[in-house]
């Protein structure tokens, strides 16, 4: 199931200090946080996710999958496009990656699909990236996340 592709993808880029043989031309991508594991109706999971390029050239596309652990509750896979910025070479920044559990109409993100069954949903998400040279990153898995009915 796709969700719309409203996603709010939000990028802080710094520039590493960092010696040019850390940098890879794969993108790699550390999995940073999420601002909690258990969300009912009305709240936003925000995941942030640490990368880092060699060419800095990250601007194609983050991939998230939902893989749900409950019984009768669905699975989902999203794309979104990363932002365009200038190109800068050994590139390191952050993606915000958010959803908003429910029916919350002031959120800034997309509404997550709820579990059909009605029950509470215990899930985790994978999230991988690809780069303009189609340079695609090792995938990152967030911690368990539990979704309330």
Aim: hydrophobic share 35%; with cysteine.
């Amino acid at each position: 199931m796709r969700t719309k592709l409203g996603l709010v993808l939000a990028i802080s880029l710094v520039i590493s200090a960092c010696s040019k043989d850390s940098y890879n031309t794969k993108p790699n991508l550390t999995f940073t946080s999420v601002n909690n594991t258990a969300f009912g109706n009305g709240s936003d999971i925000i995941f942030s996710i640490t990368f880092t390029d060699k060419e800095g050239d990250l601007q194609d596309s983050v991939w998230i999958q939902k893989i749900s652990r409950t019984n009768g509750c669905t699975n989902f896979s999203d794309r979104a496009k990363i932002p365009n910025f200038t190109a800068t070479p050994n590139l390191k920044g952050i993606l915000e990656i958010g959803y908003s559990v429910g029916t919350n109409s002031s959120s800034l993100y997309p509404i997550l699909p709820a579990c059909p069954a009605n029950k509470n949903d215990t899930c985790y998400f994978k999230f991988w990236a690809r780069d303009l040279a189609k340079n695609v990153s090792d995938t990152v898995i967030s911690p368990d996340i539990i979704i309330f009915k």
